[in-house]
């Protein structure tokens, strides 16, 4: 069959989506599909990679960070795709990455085309946007260009059940296939020949929803007692500031880096390297079902997760526990988190420890074996509609 990928961002430009998108693309081609991506024009200094399938790209308005987030560069990725889609070689089915607007344009495109499309339930944007706008206009209209988006697909993918509950909310009765999430285990693995040191990694976007400036304060606490450790973000996301002033606040701006986002096998070492990486979810949101994703690529390296917050990863890192020393889940609170990393740097993985964590990730939680699950469904879709 053919399939298009229709999606701002695509691999190498970092980002898990990228490498779920990148993995989708892996399994459909390994079956003898033909893929064909609509995505961006890559960021400046990021070479494209060889693939197998064809990658389409076209210029789309970024932000200060290199990163295509906001209205303006939606509508400038979204607006051209229209027209991308709408005189592409027939696809026997689209596959869709939002944001919404995405959704709008694949919805509208697909229908006078007659071409069905799966759309990925990642998370829901509009919950995800509550947190980071007052305004209820803005709300109001990107939940409904999100139901719009999902009311129209063939099928869904989620990451969990907790999407599921939270589409179905939206008045979403479209099927809906929970695939999961996992690491890419090809990228993500333990290296023992990686010395560990006095670092506490979050690697991935830090959004208002994801609290993570109260990483700032706690690691304040902490330094009181571990002086020499360093706090670093890789990525980027609409909290630097704030996190950047949390961190002066808290007397320990020097002792905290930002480093851009970086590919998969740049950010490999500072996981092989990390005492643990670090996850937040804050509390009492819109937005307590979501899962971290982050957390399957540092345990596939061998390193330790400490979550905080509500929701599915918590009991996660519980259930992993009782296989592996998988990290530590706690309350969202700066006393808490200060504990936890402390427990952390005292009780350090050994390399065989970290060896066995990657070891059990690669196979409970490949990213494969999810990817695969996505291309079932597309494929199903696909015969579906070639039977009617």
Not at 269 to 290: D, F
Not at 302 to 331: K, Y
């Amino acid at each position: 069959m053919r399939v298009a990928i229709t999606s701002r961002i695509y691999r190498p430009e970092p980002s898990a989506a990228s490498l779920f998108l990148g993995a989708v693309a892996d399994d459909l081609t390994a079956r003898g599909d033909e893929v064909v991506v609509l995505t961006a024009r890559l960021p400046r200094g990021v070479k494209p990679l060889d693939s197998v399938e064809e990658v389409r790209t076209f210029p789309a308005v970024r932000d200060r960070q290199g990163y295509i987030r906001g209205y303006v560069p939606y509508l400038s990725f979204d607006i051209p795709l229209a027209f991308r889609l709408l005189f592409l070689r027939r696809p026997d089915v689209v596959f869709l990455e939002p944001p919404p607007t995405t959704g709008v344009v694949v919805r509208v495109i697909c229908a006078l085309r007659r071409i069905p499309y799966v759309y990925d339930a990642a998370d829901i944007w509009s919950d995800a946007a509550d947190q980071a706008t007052g305004s209820r206009l803005v709300i109001r209209v990107l939940r409904a260009m999100e139901r719009f988006g999902m009311r129209g697909a063939r099928r869904l993918v989620a990451i969990s059940q907790g999407v599921v509950y939270r589409a179905r909310a939206l008045g979403v009765e479209r099927p809906i296939e929970v695939t999961g999430f996992g690491a890419d285990t090809s990228a993500f693995t333990p290296d023992a020949s990686v010395p560990v040191e006095p670092v506490f990694v979050y690697a991935g976007s830090y959004s208002p929803w994801h609290g993570a400036d109260a990483l700032a304060e706690a690691f304040a606490i902490f330094s009181r007692d571990h002086p020499g450790y360093r706090l670093r973000f890789i990525g980027n996301g609409s909290e630097r500031e704030v996190i950047e002033q949390r961190a002066a606040e808290a007397g320990v701006a020097d002792s905290v880096d930002f480093v851009a986002a970086v590919p998969a096998e740049d950010l490999l070492p500072h996981l092989n390297g990390a005492v643990a990486t670090l996850a937040t979810l804050r509390p009492n949101t819109a937005y307590e079902y979501a899962f971290t994703t982050k957390a399957y690529s540092s345990l596939a390296a061998g390193c330790p997760v400490l979550f905080a917050g509500p929701g599915p990863t918590s009991r996660f890192i519980a259930e992993a526990n009782t296989h592996v020393r998988a990290g530590i889940a706690c309350d969202y609170d700066v006393t808490q988190i200060a504990a936890a990393m402390s427990r952390l740097a005292e009780e350090r993985l050994s390399s065989e420890e970290r060896d066995d964590l990657g070891r059990w990730t690669a196979a409970e939680h490949s990213l494969a074996v999810v990817a695969s699950r996505v291309s079932d469904t597309i494929a199903e879709v696909a015969a579906e509609a070639g039977g009617r």
